[in-house]
């Protein structure tokens, strides 16, 4: 799944709906904190920001960063976008396994 994917589906179901409701949605102003939502801008667009999924997590979890990384909620489309920079590990049978960059010389 993409960012943008992660996005659209994570409105879906803020909105509990279809995707005209999220093109009508009222995130302009987040009832609960009164603040903007950080997916507002992003909600109809094909690509999202990490940056703006990583401020919707933190918001989620009341301004808590470390809690962001604790995260339980793995039913989130956010959760795997959830640190602000992408999957930088992978899952592969249960455990993780770090990608290597290609600058690095072994």
């Known amino acids: ?11 879906r179901e803020c909105v509990n709906g279809t995707l ?7 995130g302009e102003k ?5 603040k903007q939502c ?3 801008d992003l909600r109809l667009s094909g690509r999202g920001k990490l940056a ?5 997590c933190i918001e989620c979890m009341g301004g808590n960063r470390p809690a962001v990384e604790d995260c339980q909620t ?4 956010l959760h795997p976008f959830r ?6 590990r992978e899952r592969y049978k249960g ?12």
């Open 1 to 11: 799944m993409t960012t943008g994917e992660a996005i659209r589906t994570f409105c």
């Open 20 to 26: 005209r409701q999220v093109a009508v949605c009222g």
């Open 30 to 34: 987040v009832l609960v904190t009164g």
């Open 38 to 40: 950080q997916l507002f």
């Open 52 to 56: 703006n999924i990583r401020k919707n």
């Open 74 to 77: 793995e039913t989130c489309p």
């Open 83 to 88: 640190m602000g920079s992408g999957s930088l």
């Open 95 to 106: 455990g993780f396994v770090a990608r290597v960059s290609p600058r690095i010389q072994l």
